[in-house]
């Protein structure tokens, strides 16, 4: 069975400051990568995916993540955080080939200070 | 974007009585729905794959007669916690999948938060 591990609990940064958060997953195929966003009080949202192709992946907000599949890496990075961005990230993966049940990190609470 | 609404957003109830839950699909139709748990400061965790018109497909140490889901319609699916004991205390949330304009996507609920005394 797959998992995936994201290994900051808690980031706090300021304003301007570069992002970066950690994805890791196990299984041996094909996968497809997925980063999701709740916000404070909201339901979980897509940020991005990856299914195959560039492993640079453009999202929404200006976030982008870099599949490296010799890492078995899915990092999520933002050049220049909000606070606005103040949020829980998760990434999760499916096996694909018709799968599409998802398995979830333990997802990163993101405070971005003013 | 798609929305998927749950309902109710929150509900207590007593050690022993049932509770339902109901995911719908608002502006599209679903004919695969998932239903996860999440604990506090825990990930999502897979608790069932609802197919509409079909039997649901439960993930390895999830009790299917205690956690009960249909999937009568394209828009609806419903879960029903069975004579619900404190640790069925949780927060679930269900995404339904969708297809359409070239787009194979889950949208999640806003999630049900289930205390039970």
């Known amino acids: 069975a797959q998992s995936v591990s994201q290994h900051n609990h808690h980031v706090i940064l300021s304003e301007a400051a570069s992002l970066e958060l950690g994805c890791n997953y196990s299984?041996?195929?094909?996968?497809?990568l997925f980063w999701y966003v709740q916000y404070p009080g909201q339901h979980l949202q897509l940020l991005l995916k990856y299914f195959s192709g560039d492993p640079l992946v453009k999202g929404i907000k200006g976030f982008e993540a870099e599949f490296i599949k010799s890492k078995f890496s899915f990092n999520l990075r933002k050049p220049s955080v909000q606070w606005s961005d103040t949020a829980e990230y998760f990434c999760?993966?499916?096996?694909?080939?018709?799968?599409?049940?998802?398995?979830f990190g333990k997802g990163t609470k993101l405070s971005v200070i003013p | 974007g798609a929305v998927v609404s749950q309902h109710p957003s929150r509900v207590i109830c007593k050690s022993g009585t049932s509770v339902k839950i109901e995911c719908r699909s608002l502006d599209f139709q679903a004919t695969t729905m998932f239903w996860y748990r999440q604990f506090p400061k825990q990930s999502l965790m897979l608790m069932a794959t609802s197919n509409e018109g079909s039997k649901a497909t439960y993930e390895q140490g999830v009790e299917k007669d205690k956690f009960l889901i249909n999937h009568a319609s394209l828009t609806l699916s419903t879960l029903t916690v069975t004579s619900a004991h404190p640790e069925d205390s949780s927060f679930y949330i269900c995404s339904a999948r969708s297809i359409r304009e070239g787009s194979d996507e889950q949208y999640f609920g806003p999630g049900t938060r289930l205390t039970v005394t």
């Open positions: 299984y041996g195929g094909t996968v497809n």
């Open positions: 999760a993966v499916n096996p694909g080939a018709g799968s599409y049940q998802l398995t």
